[in-house]
């Protein structure tokens, strides 16, 4: 009998943290959205505003330069506000974003104005769903992990890439179905604002169900509110396991000064060179102007949609295998691997290209490039994020590397448009002598943390 209200207890505790964590990825969710929702506006923005390919290029990207804000202060929120509220702030912040994109003119331009002042209203409103985005990328994986028990945080934490990713394929399906059947016209003045203003239902949902889940512990007792933080982690483990991991909390809250040097440089570069490296291998090229490579390609408008839809699938599949290995075969390996597939795809892609040769086989490689990708570099990077620094600095070490991040990416998308006019060819193999290094970098200079609790880390970067 005691044993069936034992495991009654350990699948109540196992729903509990699988419900908190579905919600704090909708902040995944989100993310993916707000980043891949201009792939099916991008060209319809380009025509309605009558912008030359630099101001296009920064047009496309500026939600990136929110992003890289987001990231930075995201620090300052999850320190101050705590991780729940902060989440809440992201919720509202795209929610507003969604609203302003779809009809910047909203109070200040006559609707249907294509002026100077409502393509600077329409870059705000990306930039504000930016900072949604930098809040929520930082946060929602930090969430996550300290709220995960050790053994399965991994997995947890690769659901919040798979959320992105969903989030990603979701809005891919919104942009096809506003636009399959619609004229170029329609579309260039209408389906461009749907597309954006369509965000604000997942936003709003986000905001509603944080409302009901906790803070995490480690905050929690950061705050000096350890009762609350029992109190949390009885729902999560056994009483007297969680008595044991209070202690071990409260262990390393005093350990350091909370300073970010705390534990030495090597643990912010190592943090800082894997989000740089994640977006170095260009992964958000293929996210961003995917319809636009497709159409180059020869595909017409509404397959070219339609492939973007394909390769979302592909995605998710191989999302999901990251997430079935990542706590039994390891961080490292995965990433190593991933590195080698992307680079392979990325230098068969640039020899395609420099031989004029397009057609199936590209898209093959395209294809085999975001699978490496999405079983290695999009969810193991989080996960090393969210996990590796200590319990008094990781709020903001994780903002630096966030932001490091974002930087990284805006860069490598805001000069995708001049560099694949430049020579596509040459493009191609950029990325892929990034992925070679990203792979040497993984092998010499990146821990394993399979397995170790976040009281452990410390511990590992003390040696």
């Not at 290029?57 to 506000?81: P, R, Y």
């Not at 180059?296 to 339609?306: E, H, K, N, Q, T």
Request: charged share 15%; glycine share 8%; net charge positive.
């Amino acid at each position: 009998m005691a044993k069936f209200i034992s495991m009654n207890k350990k699948q109540e505790n196992k729903v509990f943290v699988f419900g908190i964590t579905l919600v704090a990825t909708l902040g995944g969710l989100l993310f993916g959205y707000d980043t891949a929702v201009i792939s099916g506006a991008e060209k319809a923005l380009q025509s309605y505003f009558h912008t030359s390919n630099l101001i296009h290029g920064i047009t496309t990207s500026s939600a990136l330069i929110g992003c890289i804000i987001g990231g930075a202060v995201s620090g300052v929120f999850a320190s101050k506000l705590g991780r729940r509220k902060s989440l809440q702030v992201a919720s509202v912040l795209f929610f507003l974003s969604a609203l302003g994109s779809g009809y910047p003119e909203f109070l200040f331009f006559k609707q249907g104005s294509a002026s100077l002042g409502v393509l600077i209203a329409f870059n705000i409103y990306r930039i504000i769903g930016g900072i949604g985005v930098g809040l929520a990328s930082a946060i929602s994986p930090m969430y996550i992990a300290e709220i995960a028990p050790a053994d399965i945080r991994g997995k947890l934490v690769s659901w919040n890439q798979f959320a992105i990713i969903f989030g990603m394929l979701v809005v891919y399906f919104v942009n096809y179905s506003i636009a399959v059947g619609q004229s170029i016209e329609w579309i260039n003045v209408i389906g461009w604002r749907r597309m954006f203003a369509s965000e604000a239902i997942p936003a709003a949902l986000f905001g509603i169900l944080l409302f009901f889940v906790p803070e995490t512990p480690r905050y929690l007792v950061l705050t000096n509110k350890n009762e609350k933080a029992f109190l949390v982690l009885k729902r999560i483990f056994a009483t007297d396991e969680a008595k044991n991991i209070l202690e071990d909390i409260k262990a390393t809250v005093h350990e350091t000064t909370g300073k970010v040097l705390s534990y030495g440089w090597k643990i912010l570069i190592v943090g800082i060179l894997l989000s740089v490296f994640q977006q170095f291998v260009g992964i958000n090229v293929v996210l961003y102007y995917a319809p636009r490579i497709f159409q180059s390609m020869g595909a017409a408008r509404d397959a070219s949609m339609m492939q973007t839809v394909v390769m979302g699938f592909v995605n998710i599949v191989f999302t999901l295998l990251a997430i079935l290995t990542v706590d039994k075969f390891g961080r490292k390996p995965l990433l190593i691997i991933g590195s080698i597939g992307m680079a392979v795809a990325m230098f068969a892609i640039s020899g395609l290209a420099y031989a004029e040769i397009i057609g199936v086989s590209t898209l093959v490689f395209i294809i085999i490039y975001t699978a490496s990708f999405m079983m290695s570099w999009g969810p193991i990077c989080w996960v090393l994020i969210s996990e590796i620094f200590p319990n008094t600095i990781r709020s903001k070490a994780v903002a630096i590397a966030v932001a490091a991040q974002w930087i990284a990416n805006f860069l490598v998308s805001s000069t995708f448009p001049s560099l694949i006019n430049f020579d596509p060819a040459f493009t191609y193999a950029l990325y892929g002598c990034m992925a070679v290094l990203s792979a040497i970098f993984v092998w010499r200079m990146v821990p394993e943390t399979k397995g170790k609790t976040l009281e452990e880390m410390s511990k590992l970067w003390k040696k």
